[in-house]
Structures are given as C-alpha cells and as structure tokens.
C-alpha cells in the first residue's frame, strides 16, 4: 500500500506560482511512475502530467506544457509539481496518483494508476 498526501494548494491572482508537493508512505516510490490530475467542479478529472519512476521519461497535458514542471525525488520519496503562469482556468482540486510499473513508460489514463491522495485546491483568480 502506498499512501499519497498532497500540500501546497491555495489561492493565487493569475499570473502567480504554486508548488505542489506529494509525500508517499508505505512504499518507496522507485519503482513507481508518478501522475499529477486536476478535477475542476463539473469537469471531468484529468491529467496534467507524469514521470517515470526512473524520472527519464516525463509527459505534459498541452494545456500546461511550458508553465508546469514535474519532478521527483526518489530519496525524499516526493513528488512536485511546479505551476507558473497560473491561470483561471487552472482552478482545480490536484491529486497525486501512483502507478506500480517495471516501465518507463508515462500512461495518461486514470484507471491505470493504483494508488490516489485527497487532493489539494488550486484557486486562480483573475
């Protein structure tokens, strides 16, 4: 069992920073390709981007390619997530999700992760 715990959401004017951090428990995250997703209010829940457990293989949703940066720190057994140039329409609750993989490969859908946190909000404002 892997257990997820996400911080760093607030309020923030558009144009500001955020970084998310993700703390996992139970289970080293070295073997473990890591995902950030968004859910706005009646929207479905998304994703926003992930690493490959050895950090070599990285993915972006387009819609924050160039402002969002994904890391991870096997050591610390964390994950960030590094927003810029925030948005309205980034507004959303964010969720850390782990996926147990021998790949490196990055997967975007959300039924192939196993492993969720409760989120954390992210509110822009214009």
């Known amino acids: 069992q892997v257990q997820l715990v996400e911080s760093g959401g607030g309020l923030v004017q558009a144009g500001g920073s955020l970084r998310l951090s993700c703390a996992a428990s139970g289970r080293r995250l070295s073997f473990y390709n890591m995902g950030w997703f968004r859910q706005a209010p009646g929207k479905q829940r998304e994703f926003v981007a992930g690493i490959s457990w050895s950090g070599t293989e990285i993915q972006y949703a387009d819609s924050v390619k160039g402002r969002f940066t994904i890391s991870k720190d096997n050591a610390k057994n964390m994950v960030y997530l590094q927003m810029n140039s925030l948005k309205p329409e980034d507004t959303a609750v964010y969720y850390c999700?782990?996926?147990?993989?021998?790949?490196?490969?990055?997967?975007?859908?959300?039924?192939?992760?196993?492993?969720w946190g409760q989120g954390t909000q992210v509110t822009v404002s214009s």
């Open positions: 999700a782990a996926d147990y993989s021998l790949s490196t490969v990055v997967v975007t859908t959300l039924n192939e992760y196993d492993y």
